[in-house]
């Protein structure tokens, strides 16, 4: 059965400094992955997305991801963190030949001054 | 282009009653998913559409619905509620199943608060 796993339920970091949001998963063939933020009383926003190719993914506000294959997987990472993106991150995963999207259970960021 | 608009955006409904979400997808986006997030259960899939058809569907029980239209709109349906109804409801769109490079994009979800 395809899950995602976000071991930590808050990441702190001081602004400025580089963070991680960790994300692993467990899929049947090809793994399609995301990253969403949520801010307060909002939906979500899309971040990234890993199909194939690079492992190395870049997305929007600075975020990039690293997909790894042999550890199964997908972490957020920011070299320099703001103040601003403090919110609620989601992995997902796309269930095979469906577009059902499985999500981990989130990790709060909270970035310090 | 507009996003993905939900209607709407708050609701409040006693319990018994019934309720329906509305969900508008991107212009040209031929599929529709719905979610149900809580604080206890987090983001958990309710069902998917495309061309007017339900291809997928959560473990969620009969008491929820939903049904998609020609233009791609989607609505969903929850008859009696029940108190742990309340969550925030989320809607994505996306171009079309299985093809590979595509992505989803949500609508800001519709607040329903059971009283």
């Known amino acids: 059965a395809q899950s995602v796993a976000q071991p930590e339920d808050q990441v702190n970091v001081a602004e400025g400094n580089p963070l991680t949001v960790k994300c692993t998963y467990s899929v049947s063939g090809n793994p399609y992955l995301f990253w969403y933020v949520q801010y307060p009383n909002r939906g979500l926003q899309f971040l990234l997305k890993?199909?194939?190719?690079?492992?190395l993914v870049k997305g929007s506000y600075g975020f990039e991801a690293e997909f790894n294959k042999s550890q199964t997987s997908f972490h957020l990472k920011k070299p320099s963190a703001l103040v601003s993106d403090s919110a609620l991150y989601f992995c997902a995963v796309r269930v095979w030949v469906t577009d059902k999207l499985i999500f981990g259970t989130g990790t709060r960021l909270q970035v310090f001054p | 282009k507009a996003g993905v608009t939900q209607t709407p955006r708050y609701l409040i409904k006693t319990r018994g009653q019934q309720v329906t979400l509305s969900c508008s997808p991107i212009s040209g986006h031929r599929s529709v998913s719905w979610y149900q997030q809580t604080p206890g259960q987090g983001l958990q899939f309710l069902f998917e559409?495309?061309?007017?058809?339900?291809?997928n569907k959560g473990n969620f029980p009969g008491r929820f619905s939903g049904r998609q239209f020609s233009n791609s709109r989607s609505e969903m349906n929850v008859s009696t509620l029940e108190l742990g109804d309340s969550a925030l409801y989320l809607c994505a769109s996306s171009l079309e199943p299985q093809i590979p490079n595509y992505g989803y994009t949500f609508g800001s979800g519709t607040r329903l608060t059971v009283v």
């Open positions: 890993y199909i194939t190719g690079d492992n």
């Open positions: 559409y495309f061309s007017e058809t339900q291809r």
